[in-house]
């Protein structure tokens, strides 16, 4: 008996010991992922509390010999201020995810739980907006906005942020909501719920994990925006944030102000950074939603 279970032990144990020079592999390749991605946010924040002179040397030195905030001071007082930047952007991003939300919402409740005559082609057409290229209609958009008065508004902004975004979110809004089993449905309806009832107190908690992924996208994608917001604003007091890095950056004589560049790019990252770490939990099962049945 004793030799058998020692012949087991033998047998069993190199599955085992390959199981455990998997894990330790797979850990390294992983923190080997982190250091390269973590490697450019760590360069960029220690260059942006270089001096000005020190950030912008040739050859570079990644670590300060001199620690400085005056990086960060040139870029909360430049121009109209670093805070008016900062609201421009908070309020276009804000009113996109209102937008985006309900838009997409409805639009991915009746696509997903109705049995809409050619839904699926119908659905086609709504996402079909991802493979055009947004600069191609920036310059119609102006030209229409331009004509209602709303080309150097936030509002007109906004709208243009929800078109480029929106396909996604009726796509994510659909999967989230044909995650839902059809039981749910069936029982809130025997509850008296109708179509409205059943939306707002049973499909919009069960997938508000595909309804804040939506929220964490538009904000994202708004806040990080360039071209459209250089094309659409003309007054200085309504640049967003990503015009005011192109400004900042430039030093004396048409160099670049790496310092100052630098503390913009940490500056304008946090939000992003802050937003995601605190909507991480719903943002990974948003994605995940309607992927297993």
């Known amino acids: 008996m004793r030799a058998a279970a020692t012949t087991a032990d033998a047998i069993g144990n190199p599955p085992r010991r390959s199981v455990r020079v998997n894990g330790y592999l ?5 923190v080997a992922v982190i250091a390269l991605m973590v490697f450019p946010i760590l360069v960029t924040f220690l260059s942006s509390i270089k001096t000005a002179a020190e950030a912008s040397s040739v050859p570079p030195h990644y ?3 001199t620690l400085s905030i005056e990086n960060y001071a040139k ?5 109209a201020g670093l805070l008016v930047y900062v609201f421009n952007s908070l309020t276009v991003a804000l009113l996109t995810i209102v937008l985006c939300v309900v838009l997409a919402v409805p639009a991915g409740y009746g696509l997903a739980r109705f049995p809409i005559p050619g839904r699926e082609v119908i659905f086609l057409i709504l996402i079909a907006g991802l493979m055009i290229p947004y600069q191609a209609l920036l310059t119609p958009l102006h030209a229409m906005f331009s004509q209602l008065g709303i080309a150097n508004t936030h509002l007109g902004l906004a709208i243009v942020h929800t078109i480029l975004q929106l396909p996604f979110s009726i796509y994510l809004a659909r ?4 995650s839902v089993p059809r ?6 309806i025997v509850d008296g719920c109708g179509s409205v009832g059943a939306l707002w107190r049973l499909f919009l908690p069960v ?16 806040w990080n925006e360039f071209l459209a917001a250089l094309i659409f604003m003309s007054k200085e007091t309504r640049f967003t944030v990503p015009i005011m ?3 900042v950056r430039q030093g004396h004589f048409g160099a670049v102000d790496w310092g100052a560049l630098q503390a913009g790019v940490v500056i304008s990252i946090l939000p992003c950074m802050v937003i995601y770490l605190l909507l991480r939990k719903y943002y990974q099962s948003g994605l995940l ?5």
Request: hydrophobic share 50%; with cysteine.
């Open 26 to 30: 797979l850990g390294a390749i992983c």
């Open 75 to 79: 870029v909360y007082h430049y121009q």
């Open 245 to 247: 890095l192109v400004g």
């Open 63 to 65: 670590l300060p010999h």
């Open 183 to 188: 039981e749910l449905e069936e029982a809130a």
């Open 175 to 178: 999967s989230g909501f044909e």
């Open 289 to 293: 939603s309607g992927a297993i049945k």
């Open 207 to 222: 997938t508000r994990p595909a309804i804040v992924t939506i929220v964490l996208f538009a904000f994202i994608a708004s």
